[in-house]
């Protein structure tokens, strides 16, 4: 029987699942998606979980293959290396849950089969290394812009983690223009500034409809977009000339739109640091799954 991996990518909504093959391949017809509300109990949310371990295992049959481990990419704050939730904000009913154990527990898997869980934005970046944007640099960071706002960096090709194996460096609540970091370069951050120079008093606007516009040539737009870019890489500069990052990628939905913010962000870091890439991610929405099995088929980084 031929091994593959399950790969899970848990959202605040859905938990997206797909099966890796053992020639390290995306098997595209073994994606799917299990309902997964961060709000939710915790027999809603573990029930998710072991419903993808169960889904996943199904497919796996039909293919003839084994299970030979699950990697979860998780939002933080988050004890990687536990297996164990810490948020209170989001999936309170879980937190302290020994979630390793539970899926060890189910008779698809065993107590043989590893069980690792990544930050969602250091999967991101693990899997640009491995096969995206960032794989012929030793020094990379990505930046993740969307609802929030993260970043992950590597140093001699190892992931940067804190004790509980999340980013070492933080960003989003660094402080900037009387708020954070993240008020000004996140999904809110971009809608805010479109709002003020615009004069939109539209109730709901998404960042997709202030990128459409400014490709339709929409002033305000635009300027949000760079100034978003802009506050970024005054920002980033000190910090990727302080690791010497050769490499910078942007992920995150909002990176779609990376050719309205990207001039700005590298022209603010040209003098201070000098990455030789400046670029969006090369698999923006596959790149945790790629870093997913990553961890599942490389020596853990430190």
């Known amino acids: 029987m031929n091994d593959c991996q399950l790969l899970f990518d848990v959202g605040g909504t859905f938990l997206k699942a797909i099966v890796a093959?053992?020639?390290?391949?995306?098997?595209e017809d073994a994606e799917y998606e299990v309902p997964m509300p961060s709000s939710g109990s915790r027999d809603e949310i573990i029930g998710a979980l072991v419903t993808a371990v169960t889904r996943g295992a199904a497919l796996a049959e039909e293919r003839g293959m084994r299970i030979a481990g699950v990697a979860v990419d998780f939002p933080g704050?988050?004890?990687?290396?536990?297996?164990?939730?810490?948020?209170?904000?989001?999936?309170?009913?879980?937190?302290?849950?020994n979630l390793t154990g539970i899926l060890k527990s189910h008779p698809a898997l065993g107590s043989d089969v590893p069980v690792r869980f990544l930050h969602d934005v250091n999967a991101a970046?693990?899997?640009?290394?491995?096969?995206?944007?960032?794989?012929?640099?030793?020094?990379?960071?990505?930046?993740?812009?969307g609802t929030g706002l993260?970043?992950?960096?590597?140093?001699?090709?190892?992931?940067?983690?804190?004790p509980y194996g999340s980013p070492l460096i933080s960003i989003f609540r660094m402080?900037?223009?009387?708020?954070?970091?993240?008020?000004?370069?996140?999904?809110?951050g971009i809608t805010r500034l479109y709002r003020e120079m615009s004069g939109c008093v539209k109730n709901e606007i998404t960042v997709a409809e202030?990128?459409?516009a400014a490709f339709e040539g929409d002033d305000a737009a635009r300027r949000a977009f760079a100034e978003a870019g802009g506050i970024l890489g005054r920002v980033l500069?000190?910090?990727?000339?302080?690791?010497?990052?050769?490499?910078?990628?942007?992920?995150?939905?909002i990176s779609k739109s990376f050719e309205l913010f990207?001039?700005?962000?590298?022209?603010?870091?040209?003098?201070?640091?000098?990455?030789?890439l400046i670029a969006p991610a090369k698999n923006i929405t596959t790149a945790p799954f790629y870093g997913l099995l990553a961890s599942l088929i490389q020596e853990p980084s430190r």
């Open 175 to 188: 402080p900037y223009g009387g708020g954070i970091l993240e008020d000004f370069v996140s999904k809110r």
């Open 125 to 145: 970046l693990a899997g640009e290394m491995m096969c995206g944007n960032a794989r012929d640099f030793r020094n990379a960071a990505l930046v993740t812009l």
């Open 150 to 162: 993260g970043f992950a960096c590597c140093i001699d090709s190892v992931l940067q983690l804190n």
């Open 21 to 27: 093959d053992s020639d390290r391949r995306l098997i």
């Open 262 to 276: 990207g001039p700005a962000l590298s022209e603010n870091l040209k003098d201070v640091a000098q990455p030789r």
């Open 210 to 212: 202030i990128a459409s």
């Open 77 to 97: 704050p988050f004890d990687y290396n536990a297996g164990m939730s810490l948020m209170e904000h989001k999936f309170q009913s879980i937190r302290n849950v």
């Open 237 to 253: 500069a000190p910090i990727l000339a302080e690791n010497n990052i050769e490499c910078l990628l942007c992920g995150g939905q």
